[in-house]
């Protein structure tokens, strides 16, 4: 079975541009994560979908990040513009319905540096 | 708001070592509990879970964790460790009327050949 996917792997940008991290989570599976882990810290969870719709988004900086999954499979997350403590790795991670009782699959993360 | 606590920060281990990792977490009620390792290179992957029932879990490779409700505790334990041990591990929990599960900060384990 194809693990989730995420692309690109790492990006350098400086600070106020735009950039934008794809996912493609394991077929089948409605629920997706984008988490951010900051170096030293564990993953925190910045939205949650249930096929195309938000389940949680309490965490993401709504006045810079956004994200969708159109038609309850890929998804995007962008962030615009982006910040010196945007830095981190993002991950993305997907089940086949909620974490209560279904195991996340995490992707390889993207690696952003902020300059 | 949910919290966990994971103790040590950085271990470092000879081989055969035995292993005890701490994890506590906040909330009294109902939870879900997780340990999730991130060989170096690798993804983050599920290590083992309690939901219910037996509060001792046996995960993959020889790990095992002890649900202690009265300590809100939730250690990781191997008995002999390997060189192939050598990872980061995170305690992670999840309130179920939440769907959404907290991590904490992980211990990265370096096992000495």
């Known amino acids: 079975e194809a693990g989730v996917a995420q692309s690109p792997r790492y990006k350098i940008i400086e600070k106020r541009q735009s950039v934008a991290f794809w996912c493609n989570p394991i077929s089948g599976h409605a629920t997706l994560y984008w988490y951010q882990q900051i170096l030293g810290q564990g993953p925190k969870l910045l939205i949650q979908f249930q096929n195309n719709g938000v389940v949680d988004d309490s965490q993401l900086p709504k006045d810079r990040f956004s994200a969708e999954r159109l038609k309850g499979v890929d998804s995007t997350l962008k962030i615009q513009p982006a910040k010196l403590e945007d830095s981190a790795v993002y991950l993305c991670?997907?089940?086949?319905?909620?974490?209560?009782?279904?195991?996340?699959?995490f992707g390889p993360g993207t690696r952003l540096t902020v300059t | 708001a949910q919290s966990v606590s994971q103790h040590n920060h950085h271990v470092i281990l000879s081989e055969a070592a035995s292993l005890e990792l701490g994890c506590n977490y906040s909330y009294g009620g109902t939870v879900n509990l997780f340990w999730y390792v991130q060989y170096p290179g690798q993804h983050l992957q599920l290590l083992l879970k309690y939901f219910s029932g037996d509060p001792l879990v046996k995960g993959i490779k020889g790990f095992e964790a002890e649900f202690i409700k009265s300590k809100f505790s939730f250690n990781l334990r191997k008995p002999s460790v390997q060189w192939s041990d050598t990872a980061e591990y995170f305690c992670a929990v999840n309130e179920p009327r939440d769907d959404k599960i907290i991590f904490g900060k992980g211990t990265r384990l370096h096992i000495l050949p």
């Open positions: 991670a997907s089940s086949l319905a909620t974490p209560s009782f279904y195991e996340q699959y």
